[in-house]
């Protein structure tokens, strides 16, 4: 700014002005950890900033109950869900970044859903299992949390039908009836990111379906006794 009283007499000031940057944050993509590893925690490293210094960040969980770990105040904390966020299947967790200076009533946030799949639980039924050997016995496991199911037999091929069910049927091949018996393995997988398969096994035990004779037949006068020793 220049000010003059006359052409010969003048007073010349100037000013400088710091434009300050606004903060830009992202809390990262959404993901999901298995239940499972919810006592290591979730290193929240996708997360993201336009400015590292001249900055504060501060994180919190939305209708959540777990805790951060003493590094809540920087970018890339570890979240340790708690049984709340267990039990929904997700937590909310949101990232502030307020700049120091001008820009301080200007903070910028970011959101990130965090799923929480549950662990995968399997049973494959009864076993072991007796059945004669001209019938069929249908399977009856039982699973939560899977994403697939698959039945495979130690004796002949394609004596299981609709193996990828919980309830296939097993039909005896001529050969599993020569064995006496059968070994029947139902493997469940996870969720992902769950890993490690639940693999169950039931044995059936093929019984030799049994003879009966009863003898020829007789005729015999009223009052007679008849002799079935034959």
Do not use: H
């Not at 970011?110 to 059945?131: F, Y």
């Not at 994403?147 to 193996?163: C, E, P, Y």
């Not at 050969?175 to 018996?181: A, E, K, P, R, T």
Request: charged share 15%; proline share 7%.
């Amino acid at each position: 700014e220049t000010k003059a009283a006359s052409s010969n007499c003048t007073a010349t000031n100037a000013v400088e002005i710091t434009v300050a940057p606004l903060a830009e944050v992202s809390a990262g993509a959404n993901d999901s950890i298995c239940e499972s590893e919810v006592a290591s925690g979730y290193r929240l490293d996708l997360a993201s900033s336009n400015m590292l210094t001249d900055v504060t960040f501060s994180w919190s969980s939305l209708s959540g109950d777990g805790n951060f770990d003493t590094t809540s105040s920087e970018l890339n904390p570890i979240y340790y869900p708690g049984p709340t966020d267990v039990s929904n299947g997700s937590v909310t967790l949101q990232l502030t970044a307020t700049p120091t200076g001008a820009c301080a009533l200007s903070p910028d946030t970011s959101e990130i859903t965090l799923t929480i799949v549950p662990v995968l639980t399997a049973d494959a039924g009864l076993s072991p299992v007796e059945i004669c050997e001209n019938s069929t016995y249908q399977l009856n496991g039982v699973a939560e949390n899977y994403a697939s199911i698959s039945w495979s037999t130690s004796g002949t091929a394609g004596t299981l039908t609709s193996a990828n069910t919980l309830t296939p049927v097993y039909n005896p091949s001529p050969s599993d009836v020569v064995n006496g018996s059968v070994t029947l393995t139902m493997t469940a997988e996870p969720i992902e990111p769950c890993t490690g398969p639940v693999v169950e096994q039931v044995v059936i035990t093929l019984i030799s379906e049994p003879e009966a004779f009863a003898g020829n037949n007789k005729s015999i006068c009223e009052g007679e006794n008849v002799d079935l020793s034959d």
